[in-house]
């Protein structure tokens, strides 16, 4: 009667198939994957025809290459105007900015950081030129028109009005801070026409 196999030479024998055929079958799929790349290489073509897909990729290779050719298009074009408009920038910043210092106007110029903002698809930075050109202006017309007559006459009236507080405040008699009054009222045309019955109380 033969012997049953020892169960520790059995286990052995299972484990030993088991790596040897788990090794073929590796070596069999490497293999054969070499050769299906090789074969479908070939089949591409014929295959590719049998999907009916040719002129829908055709037209999608020329749609393709037109898209993005206009994206390129599109980012070299934006790129110079880009560049433009900072050069139109800072020209007018650096012009506005020697003007400010040679007629020492106290305004505030827009420069091309100002324009470095989330919304400067909107910022509207030739708008706040203008607005800061006129306020320029107002200031050279303000300082003019106080050099002219007019506005001689409202810095005389108030050094008229400056005299007179000085003069409500001091210790005058009656008499002499009336006829004070009276004669910066007459200076800065001011009518002042003081109640008689006022006059006689200051004057006795």
Not at 78 to 91: G, N, S, V
Not at 150 to 161: H, S, T, V
Request: include cysteine; aromatic fraction near 8%; hydrophobic fraction near 30%.
């Amino acid at each position: 009667m033969s012997k049953v196999v020892p169960k520790e030479v059995r286990e052995y024998w299972k484990s030993k198939l088991v790596e040897k055929f788990s090794k073929r079958k590796q070596d069999l799929e490497t293999m054969h994957h070499f050769q299906i790349q090789k074969d479908a290489e070939k089949n591409v073509p014929s295959f590719k025809k049998s999907l009916k897909l040719d002129n829908m990729l055709k037209d999608l290779a020329s749609k393709q290459k037109a898209y993005q050719q206009y994206i390129k298009q599109k980012t070299d074009k934006e790129a110079d105007l880009k560049i433009a408009f900072e050069k139109a920038i800072e020209k007018v910043s650096d012009n506005l900015d020697e003007w400010a210092k040679k007629r020492a106007w106290d305004i505030s110029i827009p420069s091309l950081g100002s324009f470095d903002r989330d919304d400067k698809e909107v910022y509207d930075i030739h708008h706040k030129y203008i607005k800061a050109i006129e306020e320029a202006c107002y200031n050279e017309t303000k300082k003019k028109y106080i050099e002219s007559k007019a506005g001689k006459e409202i810095k005389q009236l108030r050094d008229d009005k400056e005299r007179a507080m000085d003069i409500m405040h001091s210790d005058m008699i009656s008499t002499d801070w009336l006829k004070a009054i009276q004669n910066i009222c007459k200076s800065a045309q001011i009518p002042c026409g003081i109640p008689s019955t006022e006059t006689k109380q200051l004057t006795n």
